[in-house]
């Protein structure tokens, strides 16, 4: 038996391990997917990252920079966590979906899809938000004759060759979407619940991951956050080369909320139509936990969907720990470049427990 469970192989699960190896703990990772790099296998074929490589790095090694310098993509991202699973020997069963997570005598059980079942007296769960997209209740989306993808499952912008589509979301993902799209879609309209909110292009993700430090370090101390610390989260745009050339083209105005969808498209309070062939939802994840559901766990204040500590220890299930699923796991736990510091933690508390 293990000592430590790791749900999940993606970044935050081999950060966990590589923290993990070097306490000196038994460990096993175990992964739903069919190969390593956790998410980053199921985006788009232009998906872009923040920030440069260097800015990307997980503990002990960070991702080797890009031959002309630049924002790494998707396939980079992969290339560098497969190589680091193997650099630091981390030990991963693929593919494991755990189903379901229990109360066992000697720790937490996980049982999996197949039959097996793992038990250990700690387990970290890591299993992102990828495999949970959100959807939001709009009037009418059964009714929509057209076809219906989130961003989980958008891959290149020829499967949309000459036809309409509608991009909901003002987040990263819809800008990257729009950005794509332009050139190969017959027409294109961006809807977003609010005014997109573009970082100047000087900022990128390093800026915003020294920003959310700022931020963790005076939460840290009881502190309130640091004044004249600008505005700007990750969920602002940051103008990666693409995005910044569609804004140029003026491409990414967006489009106030939609009042309904009906069969051939969507219609504005105003009764303004557009008609669509397809939408893409680029509407945001959950954190995947259904697996947690067999341990009957309450929600925490703030909207976390769980109760944890500041270090994503479970209250009400202190053999668990929950990892890498944003803010509420440790400030800027969802990023290669945050969640260093979410795992060391972790993992430390576990060897003194
Ligand atoms: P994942 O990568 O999702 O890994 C979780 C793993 O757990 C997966 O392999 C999954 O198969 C497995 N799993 C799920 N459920 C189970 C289960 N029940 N049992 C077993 N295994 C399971 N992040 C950055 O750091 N920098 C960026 O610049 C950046 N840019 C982004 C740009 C866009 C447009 C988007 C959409 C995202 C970006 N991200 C970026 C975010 C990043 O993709 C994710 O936050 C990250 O993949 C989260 O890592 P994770 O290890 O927590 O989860």
């Not at 069919?34 to 490589?53: E, I």
Request: proline residues 9%; glycine residues 14%; hydrophobic residues 45%.
């Amino acid at each position: 038996m293990p000592q430590v469970l790791v749900l999940g192989g993606g970044q935050a699960g081999l950060a966990a391990g590589y923290f993990l190896r070097r306490a000196g703990l038994s460990f096993q990772l175990l992964d739903a997917g069919p190969a390593q790099g956790g998410a980053w296998q199921h985006g788009w074929d232009t998906l872009t990252l923040f920030s440069p490589a260097q800015h990307n790095a997980l503990p002990g090694w960070a991702m080797p920079p890009l031959p002309g310098g630049g924002f790494p993509g998707r396939d980079a991202v992969i290339a560098y966590l497969a190589a680091y699973e193997a650099r630091y020997a981390i030990p991963v069963l693929r593919p494991v979906r755990v189903t379901g997570l229990h109360r066992a005598a000697a720790g937490l059980r996980a049982e999996a899809e197949d039959g097996r079942s793992w038990t250990a007296p700690a387990v970290i769960s890591a299993t992102g938000t990828w495999s949970a997209p959100h959807l939001p209740d709009l009037p009418g989306r059964a009714r929509f004759a057209g076809r219906q993808i989130h961003s989980a499952q958008y891959r290149r912008p020829q499967d949309f060759a000459g036809q309409r589509v509608l991009v909901v979301g003002g987040g990263n993902s819809g800008a990257q979407v729009m950005a794509d799209l332009d050139g190969h879609a017959a027409a294109l309209a961006w809807v977003t619940e609010r005014p997109p909110v573009f970082l100047p292009p000087e900022v990128d993700g390093r800026v915003l991951f020294e920003r959310a430090t700022a931020r963790w370090q005076a939460a840290r101390q009881g502190l309130p956050p640091p004044e004249g610390l600008p505005a700007g989260g990750l969920g602002n745009i940051v103008q990666v080369p693409a995005v910044a050339a569609a804004r140029a083209r003026g491409l990414l105005e967006g489009r106030p909320p939609l009042a309904r969808l009906e069969a051939r498209g969507g219609v504005w309070p105003d009764g303004a139509r557009f008609e669509a062939d397809a939408i893409i939802w680029c509407t945001g994840f959950r954190p995947a936990l259904d697996h947690l559901a067999p341990l009957g766990l309450e929600a925490g204040p703030a909207g976390a969907p769980v109760a944890v500590t500041a270090s994503g220890r479970c209250l009400a299930e202190p053999r668990l720990w929950l990892l890498g699923y944003g803010d509420w796991t440790g400030a800027a736990s969802a990023t290669l470049a945050g969640v260093t510091r979410a795992a060391r933690q972790v993992v430390a508390e576990i060897a003194a427990t």
